[in-house]
């Protein structure tokens, strides 16, 4: 049967691809506990603390969670520092 359930689950995942390979499926926010459709994706690029490289923080969420965002590491930023929210 876990045979059977797998491959049933690896169609969906195939179904819910497209051409490109990403995924049509509808993103969840990533918010801990929240189920809502994500509607945007937020990132920030800044320096890291030891100053070894760029970090880049993603994540997709729902618009309430997405009007919560801010800049949350401003003493990290440079050059190519960025912050930004797009729609999905």
């Known amino acids: 049967m876990a045979d059977t359930e797998n491959a049933s689950e690896d169609r969906v995942d195939d179904e819910n691809r497209r051409e490109d390979g990403v995924s049509d499926s509808v993103p969840e926010c990533h918010r801990r506990g929240c189920t ?3 509607t ?3 990132l920030e690029r800044y320096q890291e603390e030891t100053g070894h490289g760029a970090v880049e923080a993603e994540a997709v969420l729902c618009q309430e969670h997405a009007d919560e965002e801010s800049p949350a590491n401003l003493d990290g930023s ?8 797009e729609p999905l």
């Open 78 to 85: 440079y050059a190519d520092y960025v912050f930004r929210v």
């Open 36 to 38: 809502e459709r994500a």
């Open 40 to 42: 945007f994706v937020v």
